[in-house]
């Protein structure tokens, strides 16, 4: 196990930079999933962990030594990948070996690691088969198995559930996660699917466009976004954005005036000021519906989606969707005009030009940015 | 797909023209072969007068007999045999390293290099005569069996590569980034994890190889003085002149040429198909 | 951060970046190497002969000539006449070769008891040195001791069975026919490949669609050779048009010139006159031709495939 640093790692294609200068340090013995939507650069940055990519400029070090000039062979890492990539020729057991017996281990010391591996991830009755004899989530199990065999000094991971159905997808989920428990190995998982990174992650690295956004534990990512774009990746259903002007009042309170002249309060913003231009973020939970007399703003209903447990109800305001969740079932139909409030808590202020949290002044300064 | 309609009368239509035309392509390959059996098995005094025969009315061993023990045809084989299997041998892994290279890296000058092995295959080969032999004779190279491999591989090489790429383009390439992380350089992934992979590809390109090779007269003509280092085609050729044409025997020689060539044809052909067919190896 | 203090971990003396650049190179080397030396140096060698008179026999000769040699070729009837017979053996030859490929590939396509035998056979004339064949097939057109010229008596080709190899207007087909017998099985086997890797689906989405047979063969068999069809015909067209071995076997260029080629005719000056200098020069003029029909083959495939998209 060990840590891994990464100092201003730069890559570029060409004349291309697919990668600004990443910083990250990564814990002994963390889980790290890195997000963002495609082509954000997340493959590479891990790719150049492994060091299946040369690194531009910049440093990685894995336990306490750079390894720019390390093959992959030499950085005592394993990856997962998203086709598995298991050699076809190989069955399982010695697809599960190869790696082992490359490093000359004696044959009985290979012979109960894939025993107990193979018991963990329950593979034993599947040894003696090939890959092509398998199911797609045996398959993955596979590839898993030849990672874990080898106790690396870091797990790599790109996108290894998403060839997976929902259903073996949210069950790999949770014995990947009770595995890390188990092994404690720093891993560094890819995903674009939040729901993974917010299901397994100590940390969640959010990138975009080569630069990372923002890193935090899933719950501080969820509540306090650093800016629009993380607050609009991470959430789902997603979270709903209002444009509009900031406004304080005499006596303190202040509030953000939207394009149809309602005026949503809000806590009072860390160095907003007044008329400046800002963005109102509230995630479908933080809206409410409220009676005809209770005050709220009037807004159409769009569409009803019934979800079982919840129900999520699109409706416009001043032009813009708005999604809210409700766990009440739903008395009106579309087309009709309901009255919506938001929760001033927990919603989030935005400067429309810097794109970055205006957090309320209760709260003290955290958020980090990149 | 169904190409052959529903109907049992349809269908039997389909299938009665399929495998008639199917027994013309049979008979139109075959023929010409039978017709150098029967010529081969033909005795002497009887080749002119029952020339259009389907088959003689007697046959005979003696021409097989007299090129297996009393002409140089043994040698000129195993002269074949060496030239033709080095060449595909060699052919087969310089084509795979370059083929490989091309599949895998992007590199400065690739495209130029390219361009240079298509061109290879515009030039008017017995142009190239003369100045080959004038490169290989101070090196001592010509009238040799190394001199000879030398010359086929370099012919052989480009049209190889082109083969060999297609087959590693059909791999993904995470299965050599596995084996890198695995433990190997990127060479060792390649030789082991790699190269097992097609080896139906590696098989079709040592069978076009060699075919190509064990059939090339011109320059073993050319090169190659001294019944020593002469090899079976130009064997063949002595025929012509040292037995006044005698036909049976040289239809002979013929026919026992084609074996090896045709054995191992028969051996890869089935990989030719499955081989060039993208994706054959996946999964 | 404190990186730049960590140890930095190395292996071997050169940086990982210099061997990652080099490492494509190394790989192409081998082949570069033999291309250069037995292909591109000789080659080079060739075109300068063709400016100088190189004559075997001639101890005088070796000096430089300058153009004359293509002001010569300029005059040549002999040679203009190999260029007409070149186009007429090329695209004879290619036309049968690709048809009865397409036909023979698209017959063996199907599932058939017994076709794993079938393809082994009819490829067989591939494995045959083309010497042989070359000897064979003008045996065979033979009336003496082949059966062809009774065959075609029988039909009504011909009044009385004789040899096509020596008249002026058929000899042609004599190499022809021996070439197209030598070609089928690349033509197959090349589109047979192509064939099988047709994604099966499509033609069972098409059926659903209710396309007919020949419909989906326009729309989805003959797009997906496309270009397979291409590349291997261009390739094809300029090794058959360089393919002098079954015509110098079979009428060594005769009777009277009617089957000689540009590539039979270079062998003839070289090899037979000893005038290395003017075959040079022929096989320069050869070598640009063909290089123009390349390039314009190419050019005409991306004018299509653009105006396509
Ligand atoms: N060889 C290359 N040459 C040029 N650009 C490249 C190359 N490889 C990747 N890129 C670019 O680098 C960027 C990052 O690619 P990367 O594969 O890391 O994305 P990703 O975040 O993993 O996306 P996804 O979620 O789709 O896998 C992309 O914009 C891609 O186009
Ligand atoms: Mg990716």
Redesign the interface.
């Known amino acids: 196990m060990a840590s891994i640093e990464i100092a201003n790692a730069v890559k570029s294609y060409g004349a291309v930079d697919v990668l600004h200068g990443i910083d990250l340090d990564i814990q002994d013995g963390e889980f790290i999933v890195l997000v963002g939507p495609s082509g954000c650069g997340k493959s590479t940055l891990l790719r150049m962990i492994a060091g299946l990519e040369d690194i531009t400029s910049g440093d990685i070090s894995i336990g306490g030594t750079i390894v720019n000039e390390l093959q992959p062979k030499d950085r005592d890492i394993a990856m997962v990948f998203q086709s598995y990539a298991l050699y076809p020729h190989m069955s399982v057991a010695e697809n599960m070996s190869y790696a082992l017996t490359l490093r000359k281990t004696a044959k009985e010391k290979i012979t109960d690691a894939i025993t107990n591996v193979a018991d963990i991830l329950g593979l034993s009755a599947l040894l003696e088969r090939r890959p092509k004899a398998l199911s797609g989530g045996q398959r993955q199990r596979v590839a898993m198995g030849r990672a874990i065999v080898r106790k690396p000094q870091a797990f790599l991971f790109d996108e290894p559930l998403s060839n997976l159905d929902a259903r073996l997808r949210e069950q790999m989920r949770s014995e990947i996660r009770k595995l890390h428990r188990r092994l404690g190995a720093t891993s560094v998982y890819v995903t674009h699917d939040q729901i993974e990174a917010m299901t397994m992650a100590d940390r969640i690295v959010a990138m975009h466009d080569g630069i990372i956004q923002q890193v935090g534990t899933p719950i501080e990512i969820y509540d306090r976004p650093a800016n629009i774009f993380v607050a609009s990746f991470i959430g789902s259903p997603a979270m709903t954005f209002l444009e509009g002007t900031y406004e304080i009042a005499a006596n303190g309170n202040a509030g953000v005036r939207i394009a149809d002249g309602a005026l949503i309060p809000v806590l009072p913003a860390q160095g907003a000021t007044a008329n400046q231009a800002v963005t109102l973020g509230a995630r479908p939970e933080h809206i409410g519906i409220v009676g005809d007399d209770k005050g709220g703003i009037p807004a159409r209903v769009d569409l009803i989606e019934p979800m079982g447990l919840s129900t999520l109800v699109h409706v416009s305001l001043a032009g813009n969707p708005v999604k809210i969740f409700t766990l009440d079932r739903p008395d009106f139909a579309a087309d009709s005009i309901i009255h919506i409030t938001f929760d001033m808590e927990k919603i989030h202020v935005f400067d429309t030009k810097t794109q970055l949290r205006l957090p309320p002044q209760s709260e003290p300064h955290t958020a980090k940015t990149a | 797909m169904n190409l052959s309609g529903n109907s049992p009368t349809q269908k039997a239509i389909y299938w009665g023209s399929h495998y008639l035309m199917i027994a013309a392509f049979v008979v139109f390959a075959l023929f010409p072969l039978y017709w150098l059996l029967k010529v081969s098995v033909t005795p002497n005094d009887i080749l002119y007068t029952e020339g259009v025969r389907m088959w003689p009315s007697r046959t005979t061993w003696e021409n097989y007999t007299f090129v297996l023990t009393q002409s140089n045809f043994p040698h000129y084989f195993m002269n074949s045999v060496i030239v033709a299997g080095t060449t595909a041998i060699v052919t087969t892994m310089v084509a795979a390293v370059t083929g490989y290279s091309f599949s895998r890296f992007a590199f400065r000058g690739k495209v130029i290099i390219v361009a240079l092995m298509l061109i290879t295959q515009m030039f008017p080969l017995v142009m190239l005569i003369a100045p080959i032999f004038k490169i290989l004779a101070p090196l001592g190279l010509t009238d040799s069996l190394t001199g000879l491999i030398i010359v086929y591989t370099a012919f052989n090489v480009p049209f190889a590569t082109f083969l060999m790429q297609s087959f590693f383009d059909g791999i993904p390439k995470d299965l050599e980034e596995a084996a890198m992380i695995d433990g190997n350089t990127r060479f060792q992934a390649f030789r082991r994890i790699i190269l097992p992979l097609t080896l139906p590809g590696v098989a079709a390109t040592l069978g076009f190889v060699f075919t190509a090779a064990w059939s090339e007269l011109l320059f073993a003509l050319m090169l190659v003085s001294s019944d020593a280092a002469s090899t079976f085609p130009v064997g063949l050729l002595s025929f012509v002149s040292k037995f006044s044409v005698d036909f049976g025997q040289m239809m002979a020689a013929g026919v026992l040429a084609l074996i090896p060539a045709c054995a191992f044809f028969l051996l890869i052909q089935r990989y030719l198909v499955q081989g060039l067919t993208a994706g054959a190896v996946k999964g | 951060?404190q990186?730049?203090k960590?140890?930095?971990?190395?292996?071997g003396v050169i940086?990982?970046?210099l061997s990652?650049?080099l490492?494509?190179?190394l790989?192409?080397s081998?082949?570069?190497v033999?291309?250069i030396?037995?292909?591109?140096?000789?080659?080079i060698?060739?075109l300068s002969?063709a400016f100088r008179d190189?004559r075997i026999l001639n101890p005088f000769s070796g000096g430089f000539v300058g153009m004359a040699h293509f002001q010569t070729l300029l005059t040549d009837d002999a040679f203009f006449g190999a260029l007409a017979n070149t186009a007429w053996w090329t695209f004879g030859s290619l036309l049968f070769q690709f048809t009865?490929g397409l036909?023979?590939a698209l017959?063996l396509n199907?599932e058939?008891p017994g076709r794993?035998l079938?393809?082994?056979?009819?490829?067989?004339?591939?494995?045959?040195?083309?010497?042989?064949?070359g000897?064979?097939?003008a045996?065979?057109f033979?009336?003496?001791?082949?059966?062809l010229p009774?065959w075609f008596t029988a039909l009504g080709l011909m009044d009385e069975p004789f040899n096509i190899l020596s008249d002026p207007d058929l000899a042609m087909w004599g190499p022809i026919v021996a070439n197209i017998?030598f070609g089928?099985?690349f033509f197959a086997?090349?589109l047979?490949?192509?064939l099988?890797?047709i994604p099966?689906e499509l033609?069972e989405a098409a059926?659903i669609d209710g396309a007919t047979?020949r419909q989906?063969f326009i729309s989805i068999t003959l797009p997906f050779l496309a270009p397979t069809i291409a590349i291997t015909l261009m390739?094809r067209t300029?090794?058959i048009a360089?393919f002098?071995?079954l015509i110098v076997v079979m009428t060594n260029g005769g009777p009277a010139d009617s089957t000689q080629i540009?590539?039979s005719y270079?062998?003839t000056q070289?090899?037979r006159r000893l005038d290395?200098g003017y075959?040079?020069a022929i096989?320069?003029v050869?070598?640009v031709l063909?290089?123009a029909y390349?390039l314009g083959v190419i050019a005409l495939r991306r004018a299509m495939t653009h105006a396509d998209s």
């Open positions: 951060m990186a730049g960590l140890p930095v971990a190395r292996r940086s990982r970046r990652g650049i490492e494509p190179y790989y192409v081998p082949a570069l033999l291309i030396a037995v292909m591109l140096m000789p080659l060698l060739g002969y190189i009865l036909i023979l017959l199907r058939f794993r079938i393809q082994a056979l009819v490829f067989l004339p591939w494995a045959v040195p083309t010497f042989l064949s000897l064979n097939w045996w065979m033979n009336p003496v001791v082949g059966p009774h017998w089928i099985p086997i090349t047979l490949a192509a099988q890797s099966k033609y059926s047979t989906k390739l300029i090794w360089n002098a071995d540009v590539a270079i062998f070289a090899f290395f075959a040079s096989a320069a050869l070598l063909l290089l390349a």
